[in-house]
């Protein structure tokens, strides 16, 4: 899939950088970054009295807690912060920390982790998948990108990695090992052939998805799934002279699409093999080879000509949000800025249109996340003019923003919404701007009023809300 398009614009590189030291802030263990220990945070202020008791909820968030030679996996009950639970533990490398992806079930843990050995995570990193019951962790493939976490599909059968090699990008597709669920046929071994036979080849879990010159495509980043059941959206920055960042989707991507798709060219197969057969018994002319297989992507919206970041799929897979540079007009007069600010595309008409900012203030938007209803986003947006960090939820169709509450300074990062909308994680960042020296922690925040601190902090990677 390709676009030709306007030159990439010098706003959307300093957009990209801005980003990038937002991505950093909010924790990953990355490569070459020094151990640092968790922030030790002041306890968020008591309640008012006339603020109502914390919303009790099923759910449950997960995050990896960054160590210096060793990762947690920890899972908490939001009204109960200070008493996160265990899942995993996880050697590495001194001073790179994993980058996890618990499987949709649950019983898994995917990790990319950084070897003695290697120089370059973008392409000497290894995938690994741990058994949470078990606890035994099985390699799958090397050369994959630490940069980008592992993406599950909603069965819990296949996974979806970046690999970067000399001039090419591309995404794996792997089949995860994993024990038959209950019910779950059992595998049948295969016999060892006879001693004057060639051993059947072992079926490689890892092909290759998708595969693009970098000359064409910077990156590929997988970001979801659609409701069809079979398809994944992806996001495509494109390289050359075209710049910008498009939305794709492949198939087949979940396990039964997969399944029936090499079902079905297996069979095309076989019964070209035996038309040939049977035409050279008749002594007739061979069949015509079998056509190569369409391409297995499409375009499905052509997001915006910058580098865009941050992106988000809404809950009901009908909307995608992400950040992007905009001129806007500066404080002094004919002046303009560069600043950060929410997308959203309805994916159904394809149209792209700017988070309503009519009733909020000016400044650089952060991540946004979907409440579970699909139809408002969540923001958070920098300090600036001696002003506080602000937390937001917005239609996205217009009206009036939702405030949620914050602290008297620094600003949060939106992380993702409980399935019930009873809280949002946020990371907390006690900076006044991405750049500044600055201590992060884990906080819920529920509608009703509450902020409810972890206590966890610094470099952490959040993984999701679960109901154990």
């Known amino acids: 899939m390709r676009r030709t398009g306007v030159a990439l614009r010098w706003a959307g590189v300093l957009c990209a950088a801005l980003v990038a030291g937002l991505a950093l802030s909010c924790g990953g263990g990355s490569p070459g970054a020094t151990p640092t220990p968790s922030a030790t945070s002041s306890p968020s202020p008591a309640p008012d009295t006339a603020t109502p008791a914390p919303p009790q909820t099923a759910y449950r968030f997960v995050w990896r807690q960054f160590g210096a030679t060793e990762d947690t996996i920890l899972r908490v009950a939001p009204d109960n912060p200070g008493q996160p639970e265990t899942l995993a533990v996880v050697p590495h490398r001194e001073g790179y920390g994993i980058k996890p992806s618990l499987s949709p079930d649950q019983e898994l843990l995917a990790y990319v982790t950084y070897p003695e050995s290697a120089y370059d995570a973008s392409f000497q990193s290894d995938l690994y998948v741990l058994d949470l019951k078990t606890k035994e962790a099985k390699f799958i493939t090397g050369q994959v990108d630490l940069h980008f976490k592992p993406l599950w599909s909603p069965d819990s059968r296949l996974l979806y990695v970046r690999r970067n090699i000399g ?61 069809d059941g079979r398809s994944m959206f992806f996001v495509q920055v494109q390289g050359g002279t ?120 000016p400044g650089d938007f952060l991540r946004p996340a979907w409440y579970p209803d699909s139809s408002r986003l969540t923001v958070g947006l920098l300090p600036a003019d001696g002003r506080p960090g602000k937390l937001l939820t917005v239609p996205v169709a217009g009206g009036m923003p939702e405030l949620l509450p914050t602290e008297a300074s620094g600003y949060d990062v939106p992380v993702s919404w409980a399935p019930d909308g009873s809280y949002i994680a946020v990371i907390r960042d006690s900076g006044t701007s991405i750049g500044t020296p600055s201590r992060r922690r884990l906080v819920f925040v529920s509608p009703a009023g509450h902020r409810l601190d972890s206590g966890e902090g610094h470099d952490l990677e959040p993984l999701g809300w679960v109901q154990p």
Do not use: C
């Open 167 to 227: 001039q090419q990008v591309m995404v794996l597709q792997v089949k995860a090992p994993r024990t038959p669920k209950e019910g779950e046929p059992t595998p049948t071994p295969t016999p060892s052939p006879p001693p004057d036979q060639t051993p059947a080849p072992t079926e490689d879990p890892v092909r290759v998805a998708m595969e693009e010159s970098v000359s064409r495509v910077l990156s590929f980043t997988p970001v979801g799934f659609a409701d």
């Open 242 to 361: 075209g710049g910008g960042t498009l939305l794709g989707e492949y198939a087949p991507a979940t396990w039964e699409a997969v399944t029936k798709a090499d079902a079905e060219a297996a069979a095309a197969q076989r019964a070209y093999e035996e038309a040939v057969q049977a035409a050279i018994a008749a002594g007739a002319p061979p069949p015509e080879p079998l056509p190569t297989p369409a391409p297995r992507t499409k375009l499905v919206a052509d997001l915006t000509d910058q580098i865009a970041s941050d992106f988000a799929l809404s809950p009901d897979a009908h909307k995608f949000a992400f950040l992007a540079p905009q001129l806007v007009e500066g404080s002094e007069p004919g002046s303009v800025e560069i600043r950060a600010r929410v997308w959203w595309t309805d994916l159904g008409t394809t149209a792209t249109s700017p988070l309503p900012i009519d009733n909020l203030p």
